[in-house]
């Protein structure tokens, strides 16, 4: 397949709010679970090793209109949630038998009481991670979340996997996340050849689909992207910040390159990426994914932070690794992890005399003529004076 005929393909099933991959997957293996999880990231080895399909959920974004979900929350938090109430209360979320919902922000945490009210017949677990300095308190606090999860997730699938299946499916996900590693360097190297758009629209496509063939699309994608390497542009390189849980509209993304930035780095979809090394294939299984996570979590304002300073030092690292012109700050409205670390992290970045601009969306955002003006007025001054 060519790389446009990859893309198009991951467009439609980003912009099929009725999940339709995932319930043909239901009918082509009948008596297995599909699971749901909520950003930011979830253990999905566990899920794949008990035989159910791991199916990501990140609202409905800007094609979605929101007429029961306003009622279930208050206007000054994010969209998200009400989002994902609104998929809920639509049926657009029925051929799931549960929904994980990870320790991201006080607003999750809710959204899973709300979701056991409301779908008392589904498994829902609010998933716990650590926030201890002592690593081996934390890991052996992790190792017994994910040992609580296997055993529920065996028991609702019928099926209890060993050390080998889990083994299997650790190196599976190992694969995986190198794949995206490099998806990830081929863009930094040749942002030209994989556009924003299409990175992004392929890790979307691939929270809907079995691992297995997330893998085989990805490397199917890369050659097609070497073997059709784009035009260069003269556009100033910068990785964006703070999206790490609601999404920006796919229009953002478009935005924000069209007007003369490529996107080098960001923390879109953070979960696929969410461990930084491979899971050890040795020993215990459910003790190496948890030391994993402990040892090698990507830096985010979702997971704890012992050193205060650490933060004030992280976007100087990554505009480096990066070849980075400058920062993009994009939070959504009312994102407490994002915008109480935003301080920090900008005050550190331009201390080391990195440009940063800031703004703020909605995942429903529909008008982008704010942001490309800003956007494009941030290159412009890049590329006239290094900075702002």
């Not at 890369?222 to 059709?228: K, M, N, P, S, W």
């Not at 976007?315 to 959504?332: N, P, S």
């Not at 412009?380 to 702002?388: A, F, N, P, R, T």
Request: aromatic share 10%; charged share 25%.
């Amino acid at each position: 397949m060519s790389r446009a005929s990859i893309a198009q393909w991951a467009k439609e099933l980003y912009e099929d709010l009725d999940f339709s991959v995932v319930r043909r997957w239901r009918e082509n293996n009948p008596g297995r679970k599909a699971i749901g999880y909520l950003p930011v990231y979830a253990p999905r080895e566990i899920l794949h090793a008990c035989g159910c399909l791991p199916v990501g959920i990140h609202g409905g974004g800007d094609r979605l209109e929101i007429i029961k979900g306003d009622a279930f929350y208050q206007s000054y938090i994010c969209h998200l949630p009400r989002s994902v109430i609104e998929l809920g209360q639509s049926g657009r979320l029925d051929m799931l038998s549960g929904v994980l919902f990870p320790s991201t922000c006080d607003v999750i945490r809710n959204l899973s009481g709300m979701w056991k009210l409301l779908y008392p017949e589904h498994y829902v677990r609010y998933i716990d991670v650590p926030q201890v300095a002592d690593p081996r308190i934390a890991t052996d606090f992790w190792a017994g979340e994910l040992r609580r999860l296997l055993s529920d997730l065996g028991e609702l699938s019928g099926h209890v996997p060993g050390e080998e299946e889990l083994r299997a499916s650790l190196a599976l996900y190992n694969d995986l996340r190198q794949a995206i590693r490099e998806l990830y360097a081929a863009r930094s190297e040749a942002p030209w050849t994989v556009p924003s758009e299409e990175l992004y629209l392929l890790l979307r496509a691939g929270e809907l689909i079995p691992p297995e063939e997330f893998l085989a699309k990805i490397r199917e994608y890369l050659a097609a992207a070497r073997a059709e390497p784009g035009r260069m542009r003269d556009n100033s390189r910068v990785i964006v910040v703070g999206s790490f849980c609601e999404q920006p509209p796919l229009g953002l993304i478009k935005t924000i390159e069209r007007a003369g930035c490529y996107i080098v780095d960001d923390d879109f979809i953070l979960g696929n990426r969410f461990l930084v090394e491979d899971v050890p294939l040795e020993g215990d299984p459910i003790e190496g994914l948890a030391a994993a996570f402990i040892q090698s979590a990507v830096k985010s304002s979702v997971v704890y932070e012992p050193d205060p300073e650490g933060k004030r030092t992280l976007l100087k690292a990554q505009v480096e690794a990066a070849r980075a012109d400058g920062v993009i700050f994009a939070a959504a409205s009312f994102c407490d992890p994002a915008l109480l670390d935003r301080p920090m992290l900008k005050d550190g970045a331009e201390k080391a005399g990195i440009p940063c601009i800031a703004f703020k969306f909605s995942e429903n955002s529909g008008q982008f003529q704010q942001f490309r003006e800003q956007a494009g007025t941030f290159s412009d001054s890049i590329k006239l004076w290094g900075g702002v």
